[in-house]
């Protein structure tokens, strides 16, 4: 008798688990439909043009601030515009210094420096013409400033 009950024992376990839910055959999962993007392209547009019109600045914070100074080259034939970084207390807080000119005659060049230290300049060349000049410095912080963004003529000789 003895032998049965090891038989139907672990029998009945199996069968209570079963009716219980503990086993279970996996239930087959469906994907979920995933939207179907469609791209319209758009029609060609012609190129923007430049805007020379300067856009707002940002002061930064007195615990960042720094002096940068724009320079035009008087000379003619090489009429260049740098930007220096001269530091301030927030030397060593600035991670990036993006310079972008916009000439009078529409191209736009950008140049940028990381880390930039007292005395690190970027030169890019102007035109005889007034120029746009765009600033902006990306903190440590990851907070983004426009410090400059301003007209710069090229200086006219009297005489």
């Known amino acids: 008798m003895q032998?049965?009950?090891r038989f139907a024992?672990?029998?009945?376990?199996?069968?209570f688990m079963f009716f219980a839910g503990c086993i279970h055959s996996p239930a087959e999962t469906t994907a979920p439909a995933t939207p179907q993007t469609v791209v319209t392209?758009?029609?060609p547009t012609a190129p923007a043009a430049c805007s020379l019109t300067p856009g707002p600045r940002q002061t930064l914070p007195a615990?960042?601030?720094?002096?940068?100074?724009?320079d035009r080259n008087t000379i003619t034939n090489n009429p260049t515009i740098t930007v220096r970084f001269d530091g301030g207390l927030g030397n060593g807080m600035v991670?990036?210094?993006?310079v972008t000119i916009i000439r009078s005659d529409c191209v736009t060049e950008q140049q940028f420096r990381d880390n930039p230290v007292v005395g690190t300049s970027i030169t890019q060349m102007g035109t005889l013409d007034t120029d746009r000049v765009i600033v902006v410095l990306v903190m440590t912080s990851g907070d983004q400033y426009t410090v400059i963004d301003?007209?710069?003529p090229f200086p006219v000789r009297m005489g």
């Open 3 to 5: 032998a049965r009950y």
């Open 150 to 152: 301003q007209n710069y």
């Open 63 to 70: 615990y960042e601030d720094v002096s940068i100074t724009v």
């Open 9 to 15: 024992l672990p029998v009945l376990v199996v069968l």
């Open 95 to 98: 991670q990036r210094m993006t």
């Open 41 to 43: 392209p758009l029609p």
